[in-house]
């Protein structure tokens, strides 16, 4: 988690801007702001979720008797026996369908330390 910091114009009303990046959620040290003039800006760099599915597909793939036969024409005719039959069972179910979503995002802690939800880019502002 990559810190860096921007020193501001002397009129400008922004004294800090610290940015960086969390790769995962965990706290992270910053400079030490006034958290009464400043503020923390999240932005998501991923989401969580997810759904369980099953399957499956037993059965016997029987080849049929017959072929093609070529008349004395040249013309190739496929025989009615020639397709193979399939016996079996094909399942689906839905199995644990708790979806769910999430953006991440970053928090003050106290005025050294900001956490951070999950991965995303990060900025703190602190003004006059």
Same mark, same amino acid.
């Given at each position: 988690m990559g810190i860096a910091t921007?020193? +501001?114009a002397s009129a400008s009303p922004i004294k800090s801007i610290q940015r960086g990046y969390a790769a995962s +959620? *965990? =706290?992270i040290t910053?400079?030490?702001v006034n958290t009464a003039k400043a503020f923390v800006r999240g932005f998501s760099d991923g989401s969580a979720g997810s759904a369980g599915a099953t399957g499956t597909d037993s059965g016997t793939l029987t080849p049929a *008797? *017959? *072929?093609i036969a070529a008349p004395d024409l040249g013309a190739v005719r496929l025989?009615?026996?020639s397709f193979p039959t399939y016996s079996g069972t094909r399942? !689906?179910?839905a199995g644990s369908t708790d979806l769910t979503s999430?953006? !991440? =995002?970053?928090y003050f802690t106290n005025s050294t330390t900001i956490t951070a939800t999950g +991965?995303?880019?990060w900025e703190v502002v602190e003004y006059n």
């Open positions: 921007i020193p +501001a +959620a *965990g =706290n910053i400079s030490s *008797g *017959g *072929g025989q009615s026996s399942t !689906f179910s999430s953006e !991440f =995002n970053v +991965a995303c880019y």
